[in-house]
């Protein structure tokens, strides 16, 4: 399944060339370290390929859930909507931030969910 | 149409306007790849989780959508048991891995979990099956309601695979697996209230608890 997503997210950062990628987890109610792992994962392969990532949407449960179990955010940026992600990704490119040599707005968002 | 699909029917019409109750059983079927017309008891689990969020949309509150589960489940009688028996389900796919864990969470509901723990028993139950599922191929999970004495829920997984050779290393935290099993099992230590691991050659069997308060 993760390996499924990294093919499209790369693919669509490449076809697109994309400033930014937002991963919206709203709709996701369980993160385990699969999930986890896979998140760091395609943020860092975002980032090979010049792209800030932005994590929005965790659930109020998931957050603690993700806490208690010892996960770490490492390197990620994360916040409360998918709003405010896109407006992240504006200013970082606007900045001429990483990734963004030629500043263009944001616009690959790849809907991922694991129920 | 199949004796078990009509019982399916008669629970479903005491909670829903009549002509979406068919709807929702031939969309459920047609996800989990069962036959309506030639249902048998193993099938009703998985349709069961198909349909599930899409009954969460037309039945409220959250009580007469336990009682509607509870009723359905009942009818699969081996797999989805009320709250006085083990619901046990084999992992042998992904899939599985999520049927595993929605029930482990249906059961949170049930005993009255308040807060994050269904999640946090959730989560759980997707960390073992998925340890299960890659590690050993096949195996089960056995989720229990515990209701004599501390009110809780124990969460059994159950494998034939080759064991965890380096346990000690694992657990420690220090070793990480390409796949990411190191964590999985001390994520699990750290949301239970008690861990218990027996592993072999023979296979292995992770035993967890987490208790209401």
Known sequence: ?115 | VSPLTGQLTTVLDDYLPGPIVGTILESGASRAKVDLRRLRAEDISPLLFEIHRTLRLFVSPATRMEECMRRLRAIGGVRGGPVEGVVVVAVESEADIVVARSLARDCCYELRFGSALPTKVATVVSELARNVFQYAGRGKIEIRPLTTGRVGIEIVAKDEGKGIGNLEEVLSGKYRSKRGMGMGLVATKRLMDSFDIATSPAGTTVTVRKYRE
């Open chain 1, 1 to 115: 399944m993760l390996a499924w997503l990294k093919d499209d997210v790369t693919r669509e950062i490449d076809k697109r060339g994309a400033a930014g990628l937002i991963l919206d987890l709203s709709g996701v109610d369980i993160v385990d370290s699969y999930v986890t792992r896979g998140i760091h994962d395609l943020a860092g392969i975002g980032r090979w390929m010049g792209v800030k990532t932005v994590v929005c949407g965790i659930r109020p449960a998931v957050a603690i859930t993700l806490v208690d179990m010892g996960m770490r955010l490492e390197g990620i940026v994360t916040v409360t909507s998918l709003e405010r992600a896109v407006a992240v990704l504006a200013r970082a490119a606007a900045e001429g931030g990483q990734g963004a040599d030629e500043p263009s707005p944001p616009e690959a968002a790849v809907e991922g969910s694991t129920t």
